[in-house]
């Protein structure tokens, strides 16, 4: 059994002397881990990288099997965000969330190549408004996505300031004010296509899409939080604002 697929290196570990168990995330066959021989010396190391964008060629005796990946490195985006804190923390946290909350081997193209629109944001200013938008739609492949097209529970399409945390769906101001200390924040930067957020918004957009993620998918995980990458991430916003 083998194929040969684009692939984000999501992390990977030691294994034994020399080699290392490197978990990807593959546009056709989603979140994959196998064997790369070597992988933990100095040659192939710099190459596996939490991040990089590699063609990658698998091959196992059967497909259940681990079996062994052979990787070539197309684009290194870790190399290039070392002296970019913030953003080295937004990759931390998208590889990790993708990592957990992704089953092994269900393919999720929509996801890969949200991941590397991502990806290639990390070197300009609105990374933090794609991450947010990332996670929204992730919690939509997932089957869990929001609904901010109108008021539950008045059907008007305007001044949406509030998501019910019960449903997912967006609140006018109106009809949310008596339950606003129980309602979540909506970004407005999430109501409109090429949009940026400010900090306030990109925090309050992150505490949006965290409690759906931590409610319907990590919540069902060993886990039962999200990533600690992803709180790390959400904590050094917080002192943007």
């Known amino acids: 059994m083998e194929w ?10 030691k ?11 593959t546009n056709t066959y989603g979140v994959h881990a196998g064997l790369v021989r070597g992988g933990a010396g100095k040659r192939k190391r710099g190459d596996l990288q939490p991040g990089n964008r590699v063609e990658a060629h ?22 290039l965000l070392m002296d970019e804190p913030d953003a080295l923390a937004c990759l931390s946290a998208a590889l990790a969330t993708c990592e957990s909350a992704l089953p092994e081997r269900e393919p999720h193209p929509s996801i890969f190549a949200g991941l590397g629109i ?8 609105d990374w933090p408004s794609v991450y947010v938008k990332w996670e ?13 097209s109108c008021c ?19 609140v006018s101001a109106e009809a949310g004010k008596i339950y606003k200390n129980k309602m979540l924040k ?12 400010e900090p306030g918004e990109i925090v309050d957009g992150l505490v949006l899409t965290g409690y759906f993620l931590e409610r319907h998918v990590f919540g069902h995980l060993r886990s039962k939080s999200l990533p600690a990458a992803r709180h790390r991430l959400l904590e050094r916003l917080r002192r943007n604002i």
């Open 136 to 148: 929204l739609g992730l919690l939509g492949e997932l089957g869990f996505g929001l609904d901010f």
């Open 186 to 197: 909506l970004p407005p930067f999430l109501l409109r296509e090429g949009v940026s957020g």
């Open 152 to 170: 539950a529970s008045t059907g008007v399409t305007e001044n949406l300031i509030y998501v019910s945390p019960k449903s997912g769906r967006a």
């Open 118 to 125: 991502l990806l290639a944001s990390l070197e300009g200013e």
């Open 58 to 79: 698998w091959r196992g005796r059967l497909a259940e099997h681990l079996g062994s990946y052979v990787c070539e490195v197309h684009e290194a985006h870790a190399a």
């Open 4 to 13: 040969s697929d684009q692939a984000i290196v999501l992390s990977a570990r």
């Open 15 to 25: 294994h034994g002397e020399t080699s290392a168990i490197v978990t990807l995330m």
